[in-house]
């Protein structure tokens, strides 16, 4: 009952208040009438918004491409408005193609992504496809897909689907000229590798970027054999999936701390769910150089396939992720007698920089835009003399090198493969010194801890960093020059300049208490105390080329041995390609360790069958020596050249 009297109440306060509205209305609009255009009964958004493009200077167009099993690829073509008889740009990706060209502009150089700005200006068809089984593509997504045969028994692989697709470009883009031209970096460079082990009669011009091409050797997942742990997140990223997954959770903000924690690799990987995704189960039973991973090196199968396709091979000194690839791929064809269509490209750049701004590298600053300014005024216009019959002004050099002291490209008429250049060693000396003469004998030792592994950057490092990751090949090296487990030969200051072209070797000679272990091996500008033009760069330890070796493979990549305790053994490996010069007041140094840790995997440095999955009690310390003396005399190999033959 009260409740009924209360609700009464309310209904005559709310009519009171309606009529007080309304009475206050100005006149002409007192109306409470509801008219039927008032009325929405469904939902404010359409079944489908079709956006006006009247002013837009392109079109774009979604398809679904057959392949030659039925598969189809989802495809994005940009078309400048008005085209006729252009050529085509192909990019095969696993990164979402639909990505690439989001932007809501009515400009083509705006709505593509930063990689393919110059190259929408109106003259390029722009081309971006979903590799299968990725975002709209159809199919089963295989990690890097190895080439029909041993590891792929079906009759498609990614040169396949890169014929295909152009195929049906050819045959169904009328804007065309019928001409394409491929391009991408890293996952996206690798696609391009691919087609050309059989590349269709149309692809003209191929230009691969830090492509992947043998990631145990030392591109994304292993260098010589160590894994790049941190890489992990990959995995995840990519294969949990049809689109984008995410990276794995941390517990700490320090990933030095979360893979400390986590103890080996595999033990990481257990804990958050590998075992479900088939490419880690394949990835971890395979820890040496077998056939699962020879098989799958495009090195050597693109000298088994070679093609007439003119192809620039590119990527940075200081690709952190990619440093092998392009300049082993290009070696390999030069060798075989491929050279003549074949060009090497080594900027100074973090890995697929070239698709971004180029002003610096970390505290590296170079005069001008690197990036924009190859890719203006080289890159494209050697694309557009193969696909629209335009002259170069001069012909592209067989390789062009920037030289980051100098700050200029460098343009070689012949350049050297590693195996036919002429090495001076600069040996490991008493007293921590480093000399081109004969060592004065001796040794110098140093405790390694598994418990207490070098960082690879300074502390913290977190996992989500994409400004420190891109530059962790340039970090100054003060920062682990004082520790006890790390040695440091150095020069005295130099009095003129030693020009360093090609492939530096480090060639250690080396005693360890353990069964097992890894070799770091940096070559070091080190910059004057004080830098007047650049006061922050005072005394700077500037990496100029560094890697890792796993002890286990001196012999063999694929039959891996302990190592016999407190014996000297020869640890010889290449390090990362150059183009340098040690300037007079400046000093060359060497530094030594272990570990370069969380960025690849601890050895236990006690030898165990599979180290992915070494158990706790596996680590333990060793002391390791470096000999450089009668037992053995250290150095690193370095291809110094008298003047560069520019």
């Avoid at 011009?205 to 260098?223: F, K, L, Q």
């Avoid at 056939?291 to 091979?313: C, G, R, Y």
């Avoid at 971004?356 to 005069?367: I, S, T, Y």
Wanted: with cysteine; glycine share 8%; aromatic share 12%.
């Amino acid at each position: 009952m009260k409740k009924a009297v209360l609700a009464s109440a309310i209904v005559s306060l709310v009519c009171l208040a309606s009529a007080t509205a309304f009475a206050a209305l100005p006149p002409g609009q007192e109306s409470s009438k509801v008219t039927p255009d008032m009325i929405q009964t469904g939902s404010d958004i359409p079944a489908k918004w079709v956006q006006p493009q009247g002013n837009f200077d392109y079109v774009k167009r979604e398809v679904m491409i057959p392949m030659r099993d039925g598969v189809k690829l989802h495809t994005v073509i940009m078309i400048p408005k008005g085209a006729h008889d252009l050529p085509m740009l192909l990019e095969r990706t696993p990164y979402d193609a639909s990505g690439m060209a989001s932007g809501n502009s009515p400009h083509m150089a705006d709505a593509v992504w930063s990689g393919d700005k110059d190259w929408a200006d109106g003259s390029y068809i722009l081309v971006w496809q979903d590799i299968r089984g990725k975002y709209g593509s159809e199919g089963k997504y295989v990690m890097t897909r190895p080439p029909i045969g041993p590891l792929n028994p079906t009759r498609t692989d990614d040169t396949t689907d890169a014929w295909d697709t152009i195929d049906w470009l050819v045959k169904n883009i009328k804007e065309s000229n019928g001409k394409v031209g491929m391009i991408g970096s890293s996952y996206d460079g690798w696609t391009v590798a691919m087609a050309l082990l059989h590349p269709h009669p149309a692809l003209k011009v191929a230009a691969p970027e830090s492509p992947m091409v043998d990631g145990w050797m030392g591109d994304d997942w292993y260098h010589y054999g160590a894994l790049r742990q941190v890489n992990l997140d990959y995995f995840t990223g990519q294969m949990t999936k049809q689109g984008s997954g995410e990276s794995v959770p941390r517990d700490n903000y320090d990933d030095y701390t979360n893979f400390l924690e986590a103890g080996s690799p595999g033990a990481w990987a257990d804990a958050h769910g590998f075992k479900q995704l088939p490419w880690w189960n394949r990835f971890a039973a395979h820890p040496s150089y077998d056939a699962f991973w020879q098989l799958q090196a495009l090195d050597k199968l693109l000298v088994e396939h070679p093609s007439n396709v003119p192809t620039m091979w590119l990527q940075g000194l200081w690709d952190q992720e990619d440093i092998y690839g392009a300049v082993h791929a290009w070696e390999a064809l030069e060798k075989a007698g491929h050279g003549a269509n074949n060009h090497l490209v080594m900027g100074p750049w973090w890995h697929s920089q070239i698709n971004r701004a180029g002003w610096n590298l970390g505290p590296l600053k170079w005069p001008g835009d690197t990036t924009a300014q190859f890719r203006q005024q080289v890159i494209i216009p050697w694309f557009n003399h193969y696909l629209r019959g335009t002259p170069m002004a001069k012909p592209l050099p067989q390789a062009m090198i920037y030289n980051a002291v100098e700050q200029h490209w460098d343009s070689f008429s012949h350049w050297k493969p590693a195996s036919e250049q002429k090495l001076t060693p600069i040996y490991l000396q008493g007293d921590f010194g480093l000399g081109f003469g004969q060592p004065s004998g001796g040794s110098d030792s140093y405790v390694s801890d598994p418990a207490k592994p070098v960082p690879y950057l300074q502390r913290p490092i977190p996992a989500q960093n994409e400004d420190r990751w891109r530059t962790w090949l340039v970090q100054d090296q003060r920062f682990v020059v004082d520790r006890p487990d790390v040695l440091s030969y150095t020069t005295p200051v130099l009095t003129k300049t030693v020009t360093v072209q090609g492939a530096p070797i480090a060639d250690l000679y080396a005693r360890t208490t353990g069964t097992d272990g890894d070799f770091v091996v940096k070559l070091i500008d080190v910059y004057p105390g004080s830098v007047p033009t650049d006061p922050t760069m005072g005394g700077y330890e500037l990496p100029v080329s560094m890697d890792i070796f796993r002890g286990r493979y001196r012999k063999s990549f694929s039959d891996p041995s302990p190592i016999p305790a407190n014996e000297v053994q020869q640890y010889r490996f290449r390090l990362p390609t150059i183009n340098y010069e040690f300037k007079p007041g400046h000093r060359i140094m060497v530094q030594i360790q272990s570990t370069l840790f969380p960025l690849y995997d601890r050895n236990p440095q006690t030898y165990v069958p599979n180290i992915l999955f070494a158990k706790p009690a596996d680590y333990k310390k060793a002391t390791v020596t470096i000999e450089h003396g009668a037992d053995g005399k250290s150095a690193v190999l370095l291809p110094v050249v008298a003047t560069s033959p520019r």
